[in-house]
């Protein structure tokens, strides 16, 4: 009998919980704690990954195509991507066989060999980045307003990155400060990602991008429009770089994000006193 591969067993886990939104999110948690159950030092990374998980089981996105309330086929197949990749790191580090199956197996290997907050992120958002490119056709037959979403949940994640990697790139004269705030095993990094804020518990969103735009709370619109989209452009060709997807540069336009959404409008900055200021004290 063939010995089943890392890959091979990655898929297994996976099936069993495609359409068991809990089950997902066990078995992220698992992968935390390592092949053989103990893994104190990856358990702290556990934070940010989990909790932006929940937020996508308040909102259904993760309910299989059977249910009452469908989810969505795109939050479905990312959040698969990023579980098997897991998965298989977990299981090559527990000794089946086989080469990583993808360059984003291999990025969650080498953090399980050595955790560290940027091999974190550079296998997270090596998965999620993956799973952008390869499912745009699905992000294209969602509605305007989680396009919209999209958009703003990936430069978030590329941000937070480059705040522990990148730090110049991302704090400019306050790099000092940039691998704290974007420590995964910390709670600040859980300001950068939070959308619960301004997007309902619901899926799918039923008004404009508009709309929920300007509910946005203040903070979040101070991270994107006076931190993050003054160093966009910047910051997808760094992170095309870190992660080796030169796709990601599809992505933005002009100063805008682009990801199956084609409204440069939306990304022009609100009047305010604060993002001037902001502007001045941390220029691109």
Known sequence: MPEVTAAAWAEQQVTRVRDDPAGRLALMERCYYGPFGHAPRHLPFRRAAISFMRWQLRRGVLQPAFS???????????????????????????????????????????????????????????????AYLEHRDLAEAENEPERFFLNVVLCRVLYTHALVAAPRISLGRLRVL???????????????????????????????????????????????????????????????????????????????????????????????????VIHRLLPA
């Not at 990025?107 to 091999?119: D, E, I, M, N, S």
């Not at 518990?201 to 709370?217: C, K, T």
């Open 68 to 130: 009452d309330r469908p989810g969505s086929p795109w939050w479905r197949a990312v959040n698969e991507r990023i579980l098997r990749d897991g998965c298989e790191a977990v299981a090559l580090s527990g000794g089946l066989s086989g080469p990583p199956s993808s360059s984003t197996a291999a990025h969650w290997l080498a953090f399980a060999q050595r955790p560290t907050a940027q091999a974190w992120y550079r296998a997270h958002n090596g998965s999620v980045v993956a």
């Open 178 to 276: 940039a691998p704290l705030l974007g420590d995964p095993r910390l709670g600040m990094t859980g300001i950068f990602l939070q959308l619960s804020r301004v997007l309902p518990h619901q899926y799918p969103l039923r008004d404009s991008a508009r709309y929920y735009l300007n509910r946005e709370h203040g903070f979040g619109r101070l991270v994107d429009f006076g931190m993050i989209l003054p160093r966009l452009q910047q910051l997808y060709e760094w992170s095309a770089r870190e992660l080796a997807a030169p796709g990601l540069l599809d992505c933005v336009r002009d100063g805008a994000l682009t990801y199956a959404f084609e409204d440069p409008h939306v990304w022009q900055p609100p009047k305010s006193l604060l993002l001037p």
